[in-house]
């Protein structure tokens, strides 16, 4: 395997494992508190995959953390946390942490301008000497 596949391989893993974290976290939410036997069913699947310590295959709750660089720990805290909330709590807190995610994100590009623009003046005034 090529640097390009592994490159793509590594990024298609991390976004499945992504996806897999996601997906636990929508049934936590979701299905707590449910009385249908399917949805109880998908709660407690994504609970007891949330919960487990195992390591045994690639996309165990630990392994997952792993290859996103989470803590297992931390994040069981914060899935715990947000099915426990009441909706206005679970919202304005998705919505805290979107606004720091978009904020640090415009900062970043913001900074990066700002050195390219100074690099390009620099070069302009190199050529005016």
């Known amino acids: ?18 996806g897999i974290l996601a997906q636990a976290r929508r049934d ?9 036997r399917a949805k109880r069913e998908l709660y407690f699947d994504a609970y007891d995959w949330i ?7 690639p996309f165990t709750f630990r ?13 069981r805290q914060e899935v715990f946390h947000d099915v426990s909330s009441d909706p206005f709590h ?10 720091r995610q978009a904020h640090l994100a415009l900062r970043e590009a913001v900074i990066s301008e700002r050195g390219r623009f100074g690099a390009e ?3 302009l005034t190199h050529g005016l000497r």
């Open 51 to 57: 919960v487990s310590d195992s390591c045994r295959s």
């Open 1 to 18: 395997m090529n640097a390009t596949q592994n490159t793509r391989f590594t990024t298609a893993k991390r976004r499945l494992a992504t």
């Open 90 to 99: 679970y919202w304005s807190r998705r919505v805290g942490t979107a606004l």
């Open 121 to 123: 003046i620099a070069t």
């Open 63 to 75: 392994n997952v953390c792993a290859l996103l660089g989470l803590t297992p720990e931390k994040i």
């Open 28 to 36: 936590l939410r979701r299905f707590h508190g449910a009385t249908a």
